[in-house]
């Protein structure tokens, strides 16, 4: 019996939220279909075969676009021939290529609910990691669909090239890990936080753009993001809660908001929230990429 691996839900007309069926990650994607090819903006974790999925939704060419080069954002990608990428993540996106679908296959597998496991099977919905083509996007680059257009802006922090995108027909903001409840500013390629602020400010600018902020796990309303700008305002003041947790990369971390114990939401009921390396604050400077 084949598996489905996908389901969807049509948020606008000619725009669907995509997610993998079960498992424990909750991650995201979006297709947007217009006149003359459809954006698929990121492609999850890499199982099942995403671009036949989307073949299902659309007849129109597929482009990919990835709002950052984390695993659980450009999994799918590896379906297609091509991705779209900020220039600043390319070196990390291609940190991710070489994994085997073998491999990918064992960590479906691991996620997968329990009553699928013993169905799955090796097949072409998995696929070996190898090298495709990347295109560079910058902020201000728009999608040019034919009858929508898509804004690139970027919104360095989680990672030093993390961009959003901005669907002006819909007025939907497709926002990645740029600003969400669990904001991880604690790796090796996220941004210094003053620089963060510096970017959701430069989003700031296009908040009367969109309506609503599609993310990479989560769905909000504009409002998230000034409660962002006011929450990272105080780490780099020095002044937020500094809520000690141990991090993604099992080292400690700061939230910036009090949590609840054992738990993500904050404890003042707001929704945005952030980790980092008090460190990482004001530097080392990010005005260079370095290129491995």
Same mark, same amino acid.
């Given at each position: 019996?084949?598996?489905?691996?996908?389901?969807?839900?049509?948020?606008?007309?000619?725009?669907?939220?995509?997610?993998?069926?079960?498992?424990?990650?909750?991650?995201?994607?979006?297709?947007?279909?217009?006149?003359?090819?459809?954006?698929?903006?990121?492609?999850?974790?890499?199982?099942?075969?995403?671009?036949?999925?989307?073949?299902?939704?659309?007849?129109?060419?597929?482009?990919?676009?990835?709002?950052?080069?984390?695993?659980?954002?450009?999994?799918?990608?590896?379906?297609?021939?091509?991705?779209?990428?900020?220039?600043?993540?390319?070196?990390?996106?291609?940190?991710?290529?070489?994994?085997? +679908? @073998?491999?990918?296959? &064992? $960590?479906?597998?691991?996620?997968?609910?329990? #009553?699928?496991?013993?169905?799955? *099977? =090796? %097949?072409?919905?998995?696929?070996?990691?190898?090298?495709?083509?990347?295109?560079?996007?910058?902020?201000?680059?728009?999608?040019?669909?034919?009858?929508?257009?898509?804004?690139?802006?970027?919104?360095?922090?989680?990672?030093?090239?993390?961009?959003?995108?901005?669907?002006?027909?819909?007025?939907?903001?497709?926002?990645?890990?740029?600003?969400?409840?669990?904001?991880?500013?604690?790796?090796?390629?996220?941004?210094?936080?003053?620089?963060?602020?510096?970017?959701?400010?430069?989003? +700031? @600018?296009?908040?009367? &753009? $969109?309506?609503?902020?599609?993310?990479?796990? #989560?769905?909000?309303?504009?409002? *998230? =993001? %000034?409660?962002?700008?006011?929450?990272?305002?105080?780490?780099?003041?020095?002044?937020?809660?500094?809520?000690?947790?141990?991090?993604?990369?099992?080292?400690?971390?700061?939230?910036?908001?009090?949590?609840?114990?054992?738990?993500?939401?904050?404890?003042?009921?707001?929704?945005?929230?952030?980790?980092?390396?008090?460190?990482?604050?004001?530097?080392?400077?990010?005005?260079?990429?370095?290129?491995?």
């Amino acid at each position: 019996m084949a598996i489905t691996y996908f389901c969807c839900e049509e948020i606008a007309e000619k725009s669907w939220m995509i997610k993998n069926i079960g498992g424990s990650t909750p991650a995201i994607c979006y297709l947007v279909e217009g006149k003359d090819y459809a954006l698929l903006i990121d492609s999850i974790i890499g199982i099942g075969n995403l671009k036949a999925y989307c073949e299902t939704l659309t007849d129109k060419p597929i482009k990919v676009v990835n709002t950052h080069a984390h695993s659980d954002h450009i999994g799918g990608n590896f379906h297609f021939d091509h991705c779209y990428l900020h220039p600043r993540d390319i070196g990390f996106f291609q940190e991710c290529v070489g994994i085997s +679908k @073998e491999k990918v296959f &064992e $960590f479906a597998q691991q996620m997968a609910p329990e #009553e699928l496991r013993d169905k799955m *099977v =090796l %097949d072409d919905n998995f696929a070996d990691w190898n090298p495709i083509k990347i295109y560079p996007v910058n902020d201000g680059d728009e999608f040019d669909l034919g009858d929508r257009k898509i804004e690139v802006v970027y919104v360095g922090g989680h990672t030093a090239g993390s961009i959003v995108l901005i669907d002006h027909k819909t007025r939907f903001c497709y926002a990645g890990d740029a600003c969400n409840s669990n904001t991880l500013l604690e790796f090796e390629n996220s941004l210094p936080i003053v620089s963060y602020l510096k970017n959701l400010l430069h989003l +700031k @600018e296009h908040q009367g &753009e $969109f309506d609503m902020m599609y993310c990479g796990h #989560e769905v909000f309303g504009p409002e *998230v =993001l %000034d409660e962002a700008i006011e929450t990272v305002a105080k780490v780099v003041a020095g002044t937020d809660d500094k809520c000690e947790r141990t991090g993604m990369m099992g080292t400690p971390v700061y939230y910036a908001a009090a949590k609840v114990e054992g738990g993500y939401p904050r404890v003042d009921g707001k929704r945005f929230n952030m980790s980092y390396i008090p460190t990482n604050v004001y530097g080392p400077g990010e005005t260079k990429q370095a290129i491995k």
